[in-house]
């Protein structure tokens, strides 16, 4: 026995050089990625002086989150170039990662800034504004006459992009009025729905809300029944400022459900892109 305490370390001893549990040292025995050295016909379990080194190996890479099949394959063909390309194939998947968190904390700022403006907004004060550039995906909304239902059914098909997307999106989804059906006699044509995105390559079918003048108006959503007395308030001002209307409305939600427990809450920013005449 007094070579065993020379030359090996039992399960309890070896789970302490770690500061593990031996139920740890069961489950990477159980997978088939370290086994005791020996295991006496008790069922007592050593570990060999070598095997501490091998076990290091083992709890470190478990720190990259690497996956206990590519632990197992690694430990029993270690070499240079094998480490390498484990190494380099963890960078390229944090790179990744950072990436995506940084695109979520993007659009987590964009989401805290329309939030603040929903609050310090006033409500059906008309504003002209130079706009940049912004990206959207849109898409048919011919079931707005339709039942709830199916209306649901079409705001879902829209949304699931974004659902299965890992970005963050709010999915503050709003109306697009083309711009012939503006200058209509019958304006609030919903046949599109839409959605804002902060980056132009998140979505393969993106389009472009072109960089300009904006008529805007914000108004208290009531769950829509306000949007025709603000839009016809809006284009009263286009003319009445001798304003053009050179693109479509989009009717955007600064607040919803998610922010808002009550329909007569939300608050909605309609806006028009306009040249001076």
């Known amino acids: 026995m007094s070579k065993k305490n020379n030359d090996f370390f039992s399960i309890g001893e070896f789970s302490r050089l770690f ?3 031996k139920q740890t040292l069961f489950y990477y025995e159980r997978n088939n990625i370290f086994s005791p050295a020996q295991i006496d016909a008790n069922g007592y379990r050593y570990y060999s002086l070598e095997q501490y080194f091998i076990f290091e190996i083992i709890i470190s890479l478990r720190k990259l989150g690497i996956s206990l099949k590519e632990i197992g394959s690694y430990v029993k063909n270690r070499n240079l ?3 390498r390309l484990l190494f380099s194939s963890k960078v390229l998947e944090y790179d990744l990662q950072i990436e995506l968190l940084q695109r979520n904390r993007d659009n987590l700022l964009v989401n805290i800034k329309r939030l603040q403006q929903a609050k310090a907004s006033k409500k059906d004060c008309i ?3 130079h706009c940049a550039e912004e990206y959207y995906v849109a898409d048919d909304f011919s079931a707005f006459q339709s039942s709830m239902k199916e209306q649901v059914e079409c705001i879902a098909k829209h949304n699931l992009p974004f659902a299965k997307s890992e970005i963050f999106n709010e999915f503050f989804m709003g109306y697009l009025i083309k711009k012939e059906d503006l200058l209509s006699s019958d304006p609030l044509s919903f046949k599109q729905i839409f959605t804002p995105v902060s980056q132009p390559d998140e979505y393969a079918n993106h389009l472009i809300k072109s960089h300009g003048l904006y008529a805007k108006i914000t108004t208290p959503d009531g769950y829509h029944v306000n949007y ?3 839009l016809q308030k809006l284009l009263s001002f286009i003319e009445r400022n001798e ?5 479509d409305a989009y009717l ?3 607040s919803n459900y998610w922010s808002a427990p009550a329909r007569d809450e939300y608050v909605t920013q ?8």
Do not use: H, M, P, R
């Open 19 to 21: 500061g593990i549990s």
């Open 81 to 83: 170039d094998a480490l």
């Open 127 to 129: 504003t002209l504004e």
């Open 270 to 277: 309609i806006s028009i892109q306009v040249e001076y005449k």
């Open 228 to 230: 025709e007395k603000a």
């Open 243 to 247: 304003l053009t209307i050179v693109g």
């Open 252 to 254: 955007a939600q600064l």
